[in-house]
């Protein structure tokens, strides 16, 4: 079978089965409808890139495909929602210690951090923004835009070091 006709095949299976794997994953990830159709397609999208050849049943290998992946997303929302939690609890104890100073020395630093995202390559913004702001990991990054882990990771680094020295270029000058 030639690559081609392999990924014919495989399109074919996700047609027939598009359906049914979004009930399952409806009802096994208690997800909604559009989550499922998401998930469902980004399990096609991880199985299309893998080597036919090793593929003995396309249809369960989508099925599980697609629960990982939603498992995958509910751990993760776990993990924002607690984060966000914490950030909330220790936001309340500092919300008494905001003096006027402090606010306007919060938003010239805001300013200076989103002076440094629009000088920064469009690209590395868009990276940053995905993983900082959207909550995506590096691996998910990767599928999305279509490069490596490593070099999402290292666009991300990159683009937090541009922040940091915009904010410690505003420092230097405070203290000359």
């Known amino acids: 079978m030639?690559?081609?006709?392999?990924?014919?095949?495989?399109?074919?299976?996700y047609i027939r089965h598009h359906t049914?794997?979004?009930?399952?994953?409806?009802?096994?990830?208690?997800?909604?409808?559009?989550?499922?159709?998401?998930?469902?397609?980004?399990?096609?999208t991880r199985v299309i890139e893998m080597d036919f050849k090793d593929i003995k049943n396309p249809r369960a290998l989508l099925y599980k495909t697609s629960y990982n992946i939603a498992i995958d997303?509910?751990?993760?929302?776990?993990?924002?929602?607690?984060?966000?939690?914490?950030?909330?609890d220790s936001?309340?104890?500092?919300?008494e210690e905001l003096s006027p100073d402090r606010i306007h020395d919060g938003r010239r630093q805001l300013g200076q951090v989103v002076e440094a995202l629009w000088d920064?390559?469009?690209?590395?913004r868009r990276l940053l923004l995905m993983n900082?702001?959207?909550g995506l990991s590096y691996?998910?990054?990767?599928?999305?835009?279509?490069?490596?882990e490593t070099v999402v990771r290292?666009?991300?680094?990159?683009?937090?070091?541009?922040?940091?020295?915009?904010?410690?270029?505003?420092?230097?000058?405070?203290?000359?």
């Open 139 to 148: 691996a998910q990054i990767s599928r999305t835009v279509g490069l490596s």
């Open 73 to 88: 997303q509910k751990r993760h929302g776990g993990v924002r929602q607690r984060h966000v939690q914490a950030v909330v």
């Open 154 to 176: 290292k666009h991300v680094a990159k683009a937090l070091l541009d922040c940091q020295k915009a904010l410690q270029a505003r420092t230097d000058q405070n203290f000359k």
């Open 120 to 124: 920064m390559p469009k690209k590395r």
């Open 20 to 44: 049914e794997l979004c009930r399952y994953v409806v009802n096994k990830a208690n997800v909604s409808n559009d989550e499922a159709q998401d998930i469902v397609q980004a399990a096609f």
């Open 2 to 13: 030639t690559p081609d006709s392999q990924k014919l095949e495989m399109h074919d299976v």
């Open 132 to 134: 900082r702001f959207d």
């Open 91 to 95: 936001g309340a104890a500092m919300v």
